[in-house]
């Protein structure tokens, strides 16, 4: 199975810094990452996939990139909104496996 | 609008089985992949199955193989999860997932599934 590693495990930020979320998988997925956002006791929402591309409706302050073994989640400009749970996932082999977490606090 | 709603969670003891629903609508529920994700309580989000859109084609994740089975019926629009020999670790929120390229692009609420004696 591929490992997805997700680092910082927590941030604590301002409004209108900027944070950087990396994961990393334990081998090669070309540009099968999803990004997902995921507020206490809601469903997961998805913001970005195959690596950079932007969902529809999510704001343009999130940002993706990467591909192969490293990827980055950058969001810019927070907002107090964005305080969640961030998960990245592969998509490239059975099973589909989501990075550990990070949480993402807005001071 | 697109909306999934599962259904069928609970309170089983250790051995027992549970089938979960995920009513599909909004959109043509044959088209697409659906999938099973779960989440303990605190922890974070886990994989579990997928199903193709015609049902023909299934995989799943290790620690589920042999106990549990995801099928679906088009002519319903519902996805289902068979779980059964339930353990103590299968205690979870389970969700349903309508795959958009191999993406989960729309998730439902999510149903509780407490596996305790």
């Known amino acids: 199975d591929i490992q997805m590693t997700q680092s910082p495990s927590s941030v604590s930020a301002s409004v209108g810094d900027s944070v950087t979320i990396t994961c990393r998988a334990s081998q090669g997925i070309s540009s099968w990452l999803a990004w997902y956002q995921q507020k206490p006791g809601r469903a997961p929402k998805l913001l970005i996939y195959t690596a950079s591309s932007l969902q529809s409706g999510v704001p343009s302050r999130f940002s993706g990139s990467g591909s192969g073994t490293d990827f980055t989640l950058t969001i810019s400009s927070l907002q107090p909104e964005d305080s969640a749970t961030y998960y990245c996932q592969q998509a490239n082999s059975f099973p589909f496996t989501f990075g550990q977490g990070t949480r993402l606090e807005i001071k | 609008e697109v909306q999934l709603v599962e259904s069928g969670g609970g309170l089983v003891q250790p051995g027992g089985s549970l089938r979960l629903s995920c009513a599909a609508s909004?959109?043509?529920?044959?088209?697409?992949?659906m999938h099973w994700v779960r989440q303990a309580p605190g922890k974070g989000l886990v994989w579990v199955s997928r199903?193709?859109?015609?049902?023909?084609?299934?995989t799943y994740a290790d620690s589920v193989k042999g106990r549990f089975t995801i099928s679906r019926d088009n002519a319903k629009n519902t996805l289902y999860l068979q779980m059964n020999s339930l353990r103590a670790e299968d205690t979870a929120v389970y969700y349903c997932?309508?795959?958009?390229?191999?993406?989960?692009?729309?998730w439902g609420q999510g149903t509780l599934v407490t596996v305790s004696s």
């Open positions: 199903i193709n859109s015609d049902g023909s084609g299934t």
């Open positions: 997932a309508r795959s958009s390229g191999s993406y989960g692009n729309y």
């Open positions: 909004g959109f043509t529920f044959s088209s697409y992949w």
